[in-house]
């Protein structure tokens, strides 16, 4: 048998596509530049050669004027138009950042590759949304499709007062704000429910069981968001219902946080229409997270070294973008582990339980089919040994079957045939 190991391999330039807005975005996030040598492929090409999963993909949605496009400008450096109208952002705007993670730097400082590729977060900016725009109402309605396949959705809502910045329903009510945004949704769903129930129903005449059972699925789903209730919160009855349910990717069933965007000069503390959200966000078991697009601005146009500074001066530990990431980590049920060597430290995204052979499959898919077995060293005792020998030698490199679930932090080394 020819038994295989996976580490960093070093790759031909010439097959190589540098990311200049991903360099640009690992800069926005505080990583230093000189420690990232290399960049891989884009992520949709990477993705379609080897189906590995980049972090995730987050839809931004929002009325006009929330701080959404300020926001996507501060963290992605993407150019989103920012402007105080309603409708200033209208081609759906895609940035990609890269998650900044300190366990990153400290690999490149063990192994000292000549490349490093750390794991990214996808924004999708859409344009604000209002009442009616599921009926043709302002921008929003066009580009809702766009989100479609996001792995989860930021709600940006206005928590801040400020007479020069108008709001498009004339005064701040994060509640109403919330209603009329999760309103266009379910009408967005709405509509892609009955497209697909008459479909179903035409079939449904057929003696298929299975056929029935998904016209009658979406017919109960129907009638659930015709009375204003969220996808999310439908009963699924069995393994079919839960097929039928995700193949329709619908917005009301997505995960949601809730970014509250707050006064620059209220950044360490929160207010009433904070609390608002919280209320709303306990209900839905969603997540919130407090930040000021104002700041996250200023933040992004400061050297590396002010960064930190600059927040700690504001009594913030960290920048909203680091946030979001980790809220939205938690959220999604995702950790990341690593590869490294002394050609390649890379970081990768799986969801939490996936087994080894599962996390081998997110690098390549022939990694899972040939999976032998997984060495495994945790990060905490690299750091602390300072070198992959010191680790083998105090015992702490362990080998792994098929059944080992992949831990936050790993940094791991598959064996495997093909």
Not at 44 to 70: A, H, W, Y
Request: aromatic share 8%; glycine share 8%; net charge negative.
């Amino acid at each position: 048998m020819n038994e295989k190991v996976f580490c960093p391999r070093h790759q031909d330039n010439a097959s190589l596509k540098k990311l200049s807005d991903l360099r640009q975005a690992v800069n926005s996030v505080g990583q230093q530049e000189k420690n990232f040598v290399h960049y891989t492929k884009s992520k949709d090409v990477f993705r379609k050669e080897s189906g590995q999963r980049m972090g995730f993909t987050c839809g931004i949605v929002g009325l006009p004027n929330v701080g959404k496009s300020t926001l996507f400008n501060a963290i992605t450096a993407a150019g989103a138009e920012a402007s105080n109208y309603p409708f200033c952002t209208i081609d759906p705007n895609v940035g990609v950042v890269a998650v900044p993670d300190g366990r990153v730097d400290r690999l490149i400082e063990i192994y000292k590759p000549p490349k490093a590729t750390p794991t990214t977060l996808e924004f999708l900016d859409i344009a604000g949304l209002v009442k009616g725009a599921s009926k043709g109402e302002g921008l929003g309605n066009q580009f809702l499709s766009h989100i479609r396949n996001v792995d989860a959705i930021a709600h940006i809502v206005r928590c801040f007062e400020d007479e020069n910045i108008v709001h498009v329903d004339g005064s701040v009510n994060p509640r109403r704000d919330i209603e009329v945004v999760e309103t266009e949704l379910i009408l967005k769903d709405l509509d892609t429910v009955e497209r697909k129930y008459a479909d179903a129903d035409r079939k449904s005449k057929s003696t298929d069981k299975k056929v029935k059972a998904e016209s009658e699925f979406y017919s109960r789903l129907r009638d659930h968001l015709s009375g204003g209730r969220l996808g999310r919160y439908i009963e699924i009855r069995d393994a079919d219902e839960r097929m039928f349910m995700r193949d329709l990717h619908l917005l009301t069933n997505k995960p949601v946080m809730y970014v509250c965007n707050i006064h620059e000069k209220l950044v360490a503390s929160e207010n009433d229409h904070v609390e608002v959200v919280r209320s709303i966000a306990a209900k839905e078991a969603a997540k919130v997270v407090v930040i000021s697009a104002a700041v996250e601005a200023e933040v992004a146009e400061l050297a590396h070294h002010e960064r930190q500074p600059f927040l700690e001066g504001l009594g913030l530990k960290e920048s909203g973008l680091t946030k979001v990431i980790h809220e939205g980590y938690d959220l999604l049920h995702l950790i990341t582990f690593f590869t490294a060597g002394p050609k390649e430290v890379r970081a990768w995204t799986v969801e939490r339980g996936s087994t080894a052979p599962q996390a081998a499959g997110a690098i390549h898919s022939d990694f899972e089919k040939g999976f032998i077995r997984a060495e495994v060293m945790k990060f905490a005792d690299l750091d602390r040994l300072g070198s992959e020998a010191a680790v083998k030698e105090k015992g702490l490199l362990f080998v792994e079957g098929r059944d080992y679930a992949i831990e936050d932090g790993d940094v791991v080394f598959f064996r495997f045939n093909v």
